[in-house]
């Protein structure tokens, strides 16, 4: 299909970039972008790998269209560190062994990250629901559960 | 004994801040410049002789670069196993026959991934179908078709035999004559699959060179070298697999696939880089699962619950080709005769072919569905005597000392504590079979305990591993490891190791991994020996390196080597405060007056040193193994008796890992297991209708998710430890705890609801069946 010329707000940068139509979020941010923190695991929305922030939302991008995207802000996982110092939640997901693999981390945090945005004080049931269309075959979530409290109690 | 700063310290993963940040590239994440894409055509058909293959329009497709078939391989069969008595089986590319749905019949390299996925439609295969068999036992009867009409099977009565492993000891008839109960069960394993959250992918590039650059989401790049290098035709040392992080694997990633050679092949035919990334379909549909295995149980026990003797004959339906099959009935064997003593054992063990797709080992490679087996009986053996369950494991398990009939010894065991304390901290002989108390309640709650060992590192190709550890003018260390880090924390450990060594922090090593070209030789991440095999050869690199910085140091300090310690960068005399010398000067020293020696530690170790190889996978005779782990795990579990629902609510793990490295990650592959022996006991199953797979997605395949979350508590049983200077002993902590957890769950199920379920998934509907049962057959 015949290129599009959009404009995405990533990070805090403007992209302008010409797209097919039919691209999808995902495939513009790792592949466009070289913003490959985002993953694919499942390519149809079961998973949570591909997760990132639109306004602050957690929303699939593997099931987003590029050019819905436009105009809207868009926080990949690369967008989380300021400055070179780590986001609390990822700073916890380290100190907490949250992370084995590593595959589903990105996805992991940023839907963490939604969730502390909207609630800096959930109980563990709040944060096991909200993880739940993120999947990890490596740790049980448990530790991801530690960090996410940990991140949640300000420690840093 | 010397406190130890870094090895037994739940220290960070040393690649926590790249996958933290999203920076750490997997091999989906590769990109090189020209890069085409691949894509593989598979068979439609469980089982067909391929007539005729026309390429032609595929080819003449604007974008499309290349099409390979089988004929233009070498025709060169690999298997998992390659012995004398199971030669290769499988072509990497069919030639004339497919033997299940999915098997690899060509390859199409284009410009992108659309033009590669519309050039397969147009590749016309002629096919003639033929008869194909799904069920293992079906597949054993005379009549059944035969799957490899021309290939060297084992002889046997039964058609379709791939492998068979016999083993045992003393006389199980006369056995069970003496016994006072002998019970028979059959239990069944479903096919479970290890859904590693990065699927199958590899990217190729063959440079000019005339070598072939391969990234690859793998267990250890050596035997991908071995195997695509002999597939290929090509001299190992023209072949180059490099490191890049891993998405999971659990056993799913260790062969030489064929996504990996057809990239490969097609880089060779277009001089270009060509990735492969196989989609979540194609993973469920094509790649391999895990080993579904029936077990068949004989058991003879005297009235106080002593083992007299067992009979066990499993059957594994191991696919098209023998894939890890004939190891998963070699395993099953010893995953009999490690946690108990039996004093009379009859082992058989069949692989049989199947027309469906082939079978990896996936995390505890048979332990699970043996486990499964021989904890549930022993639960109800212990029930028809009068036993309590604790009681009837305590009195068989395997005892410090004991000496295995294939001559291994259990110097290091701690069975009996792990039984002893996983039973302490769940108040167990409190708790056990309150089920009586429970009548009328909708939700009953019930807790089982399993029991299970494991090997830890084994004789199989590349039977070594070494290392490099390289001091840097600034005082830094690198290490050079072919070990690769899949999750489990390879990289984390072996830096530890290097850490205690040489005085130096975890920030100070820099880690170059998993590269066949520029690291040394490593076991890999499949065979349970990472932190026993490659732990050891790091620590005697990192102590290589010590003592030729501690001769450079005493001669500058006018010290004796033996006094002098290492800390913080800098090499001092115990004892007198200020007389030191930084790394930095010690390394300058040495190029000075060595004559240029800049100081590289080498180590290298391999289990079981004086041993020339692995057991006999048909008669197991030979040593298996240096250490063996061991855990009683409990489960307990809450069963609504109305819908047969069941939650795990705590799993307790008591387990002899020898000592751990480091805590964190040792809980972390605890947590990992129990919520895949979660997923395992109670919901997973890949299911297939005549070869074809039905579940082919996650949510057709459930597995654990975040509300499923089980609370996990460990307990170290320690019964090694780790001292400076001497190659120590530690056991895997990877893949042997779905075992005992897996078969806790099924028990703990039975304590609930009286009803034991002998087939897995436990579903509800089969605990409703199974209540229903009773209710119609009043006692």
């Not at chain 2, 991908?224 to 659990?250: E, M, Q």
């Amino acid at each position: 299909m015949k290129k599009q010329l959009i404009e995405l707000r990533v990070n805090g940068e403007s992209f302008e970039l010409a797209v097919e139509p039919q691209k999808t979020l995902l495939e513009v941010v790792r592949e466009d972008l070289g913003l490959t923190g985002a993953k694919e695991a499942c390519g149809t929305g079961e998973c949570g790998a591909c997760t990132v922030l639109i306004d602050g939302k957690p929303i699939l991008s593997c099931l987003t269209l590029a050019i819905e995207a436009q105009g809207k802000k868009i926080t990949t996982i690369e967008g989380l560190a300021k400055n070179g110092d780590l986001h609390p939640l990822q700073k916890a997901f380290i100190r907490y062994g949250a992370i084995q693999c590593g595959y589903c981390t990105s996805g992991m945090i940023l839907n963490a990250k939604s969730i502390l945005d909207e609630n800096p004080k959930p109980s563990r049931d709040e944060i096991l629901k909200g993880l739940e269309g993120n999947l990890c075959r490596c740790t049980g979530y448990n530790k991801i559960l530690e960090a996410v409290m940990a991140a949640s109690t300000g420690e840093d | 004994m010397e406190e130890l700063s870094y090895v037994g310290k739940s220290v960070p993963r040393k690649d926590g801040v790249e996958k933290a940040t999203g920076r750490a590239l997997y091999t989906v994440d590769m990109v090189l410049p020209g890069m085409l894409w691949g894509k593989i055509l598979r068979s439609p058909y469980p089982h067909a002789r391929i007539l005729n293959i026309d390429t032609s329009r595929a080819e003449r497709l604007p974008g499309v670069k290349a099409v390979v078939i089988g004929k233009d391989t070498l025709g060169i069969k690999h298997g998992f196993v390659e012995t004398p008595r199971y030669p290769p089986d499988q072509y990497l590319l069919a030639m004339d026959r497919v033997r299940y749905i999915g098997e690899e019949v060509a390859a199409v390299a284009a410009i992108d991934e659309y033009v590669a996925e519309e050039a397969l439609n147009l590749i016309q295969v002629d096919y003639e179908e033929l008869p194909a068999v799904f069920d293992p036992e079906e597949a054993m009867k005379p009549e059944a078709p035969e799957i490899h009409p021309s290939h060297p099977k084992v002889k046997e009565p039964y058609k379709n035999i791939g492998g068979k492993t016999e083993s045992g000891w003393g006389n199980v008839e006369k056995g069970f004559d003496k016994s006072y109960l002998v019970r028979e069960d059959r239990f069944e394993g479903q096919l479970r699959t290890h859904c590693y959250m990065e699927p199958q992918a590899t990217l190729a590039s063959f440079d000019l060179s005339g070598k072939l650059n391969v990234w690859t989401s793998s267990q250890g790049p050596f035997i991908k070298r071995a195997k695509l290098a002999t597939t290929l035709g090509l001299p190992f040392s023209n072949v180059r697999v490099l490191k890049a992080y891993v998405g999971g694997a659990y056993g799913g990633k260790i062969d030489l696939f064929s996504h990996e050679f057809c990239a490969s092949l097609l880089s060779i035919k277009v001089q270009r880089p060509v990735k492969i990334v196989c989609t979540r379909e194609e993973v469920f549909e094509s790649a391999r699962h895990g080993q579904p295995i029936l077990v068949e149980l004989k058991t003879g026990v005297k009235k106080d619950g002593t083992l007299v003797a067992q009979q066990v004959r499993v059957i594994n339906n191991s696919g098209a080709y023998r894939g890890s099959g004939v190891v998963v009935i070699f395993l099953c064997w010893g995953f009999v005769m490690l946690c108990y003593r039996i004093p009379n054992l009859k082992y058989e063990g069949y692989s049989v072919y199947t027309n469906n797709p082939v079978r990896a080992p996936q995390r505890g490679h048979g332990a699970p569905n043996l486990r499964f087996a021989v904890e549930s009986q022993m639960d109800t053996i212990a029930e028809e005597l009068g036993i309590h369950p604790v009681e009837i494991r305590l009195k068989n398990a395997r005892q410090k000392g004991d000496i295995l009939p294939n001559e291994d010894s259990v110097r290091n065991c701690g069975l009996v504590e792990c039984i002893e304390r996983a039973a302490e901290a769940t108040r167990f002989k409190e708790i056990y079979g309150k089920r009586k108390s429970q009548e009328g309640q909708r939700i009953r709650r019930g807790l089982g305990m399993g029991v299970s060992s494991y090997f830890s590192g084994s004789l199989i190709y590349p039977n070594t591993s070494a290392a490099i550890v390289k001091l840097n003018d600034d005082g830094t260390v690198s290490l050079l490891t072919g070990a690769l880090d899949i999750g489990q924390g390879a990289e984390t450990i072996l830096c530890q190791i290097v850490a205690e060594e040489l005085g130096v922090s975890m920030d100070d090593i820099r880690v170059v991994a998993a590269d066949t070209e520029t690291t040394p030789v490593d076991i890999g991440a499949w065979i349970s020996g990472g932190a026993y095999v490659s732990g050891n050869a790091v620590k005697m690199a990192a102590s290589d390196a010590r003592r030729q910085l501690f001769e450079v140091a005493a001669q500058k300090l006018e010290a004796n080597p033996e006094d002098l310690i290492a800390k913080n960068r800098e090499i001092s005399v115990k004892g007198i405060p200020g007389r030191s010398i930084s790394f930095t000067q010690a390394v300058a020293a040495s190029i000075t007056k060595r004559r240029g020696n800049p100081i590289i530690g080498q180590g290298h170790f391999r289990t079981m040193k004086d041993i020339p190889a692995h057991p006999s996978l048909a008669t197991t005779k030979g040593r298996w193994s240096d250490n063996y782990a061991f855990d009683a795990q409990v489960a307990e579990v809450e069963v609504d008796m109305e819908t047969g629902q069941v939650k795990l609510v705590k799993a307790t793990t008591a387990h002899d890992c020898g000592f751990p490295i480091n805590p964190l990650l040792v809980e972390g592959q605890i947590d990992g297991q129990v919520s895949m022996a979660q997923g395992h006991a109670l919901w997973e199953e890949v299911l297939m209708k005549k070869g074809k797979t039905l579940t082919t997605s996650f949510l057709d395949y459930k597995i654990p998710c975040a509300k499923d979350l089980v609370e996990s508590h460990y307990i170290d049983v320690i019964t090694e430890r780790y001292e400076k200077d001497t190659p120590y002993r530690t056991k895997e902590v990877g893949e042997g705890y779905v075992s005992g957890m897996v078969a806790a769950i099924a028990n703990a199920v039975y304590d609930a609801t009286g009803v034991r379920v002998k087939t897995f998934p436990i579903l509800p509907e089969k605990i409703l069946m199974g209540l229903k049962e009773k209710r119609n057959k009043p006692r």
